[in-house]
């Protein structure tokens, strides 16, 4: 989950407002009573909607960035100003909880409608960045099935990017060339006390799952930085109605156990699991479980997932109800 970025120049604002599709930015002052009352609510809405280069969300000191304010003619605090594409498109004076969350949730909406397929959908111009993968015909990316609204991911660090940043088929910006500019949001999950990630995935259909692809790209290390792991054991269970913790993980049958080593890992940090094709039959929904790393550090680091296999049914979302036992089980 992201935090809102802290304007420093206007050149950085105005930056954020051509490489993002909507800047929410937040109009405050130290001194001002009601920016303190309505900043926590203003942060949740930052940890639920954030996305890289789609929604961005701001805060922006009247009294230290004078120019920026003046600019748009702020005179009351707190203000709100949403932006969409560079233009203003809507503004909230005064700490109205009820009004900005409206207005800010409405907005994340149409940009989710209309972007090209949604989470993960398999026409995105930018899904190129994966290395080509040699399937049946009868099957294809069904990513953009995953129920978005119903993601669970435990012991995620909140300092990196939401649960849905995995479903997206942008390409990493680990993968970019150049120099990552500052402030640049971090498109990528990280276990947070430990290793372990807990990953509960519902989907709009019934899905055949054929197979499941992992990104992770963590850093190259620099002297004696500690960089994220990739994942090396991972769990998957199938048809759970809701996500598991940990402790239960470890007590109830497994659907399929992979452990990754460094050859399974291709040139875009994209591992391709397999899956025993038999068991993933009728699957409402997944868990994934990445028990630990390949190596010493305390924390995993996943950049993206992609889903293959065939759509079924469309599921009544909501209610997430337990299929019997799968085939050859």
């Known amino acids: 989950m992201s935090k809102p970025v802290v304007i420093s120049s206007p050149a950085q604002f105005s930056g954020l407002l051509k490489s993002s599709r909507i800047v929410v930015t937040d109009f405050y002052a130290d001194w001002c009573g009601p920016c303190k009352q309505i900043a926590p609510i203003y942060d949740q809405l930052c940890a639920q909607l954030s996305r890289p280069n789609q929604i961005t969300f701001v805060k922006v000191n009247v009294d230290t960035q004078k120019e920026i304010a003046a600019s748009y003619a702020v005179t009351a605090m707190p203000t709100f100003m949403i932006f969409n594409q560079g ?5 909230v004076q005064g700490a109205d909880p009820r009004k900005l969350q409206a207005v800010v949730k409405k907005l994340a ?11 993960g959908g398999s026409s995105s111009s930018s899904s ?23 993601l669970e991911l435990l012991n995620a660090d909140s300092e990196f990017a939401g649960v849905r940043i995995l479903f997206e088929e942008s390409k990493p910006t680990a993968l970019q060339k150049g120099k990552a500019p500052i402030n640049q949001p971090k498109d990528w ?13 519902p989907f709009q ?25 990739r994942p090396k054991t991972i769990k998957i269970f199938t048809n759970r ?26 040139a875009t940090g994209t591992a391709t699991l397999s ?9 409402t ?22 889903i293959i296999g065939q759509t079924g049914e469309k599921r009544e979302l909501g209610k997430l109800e337990k299929i019997g036992d799968e085939q050859g089980e």
């Open 285 to 306: 929904s997944l868990v994934l479980f990445v028990v630990d790393g390949d190596g010493e550090s305390e924390r995993t680091r996943i950049d993206r997932i992609r």
């Open 275 to 283: 899956l025993r094709f038999v068991k993933f039959q009728n699957v």
């Open 109 to 119: 909406a149409e940009a989710d409608g209309s972007s090209s397929s949604g989470f």
């Open 128 to 150: 190129g960045w994966r290395e080509p993968l040699t399937l049946a015909k009868d099957y294809s990316p069904v990513t953009d099935q995953v129920d978005v609204k119903g």
């Open 189 to 201: 999950v990280e276990s947070d006390t430990d290793e372990q990630l807990m990953l509960f995935m």
């Open 205 to 229: 259909a019934t899905l055949k799952v054929h197979t499941i692809q992992i990104t992770s790209l963590p850093p190259v290390p620099e002297d004696d930085d500690e960089v994220p792991m």
């Open 87 to 91: 233009k203003v498109v809507e503004k």
């Open 241 to 266: 109605p809701h996500n598991l913790g940990f402790d239960e993980a470890e007590d109830i049958p497994v659907t399929q156990e992979f452990e990754l080593t460094e050859k399974d890992w291709d």
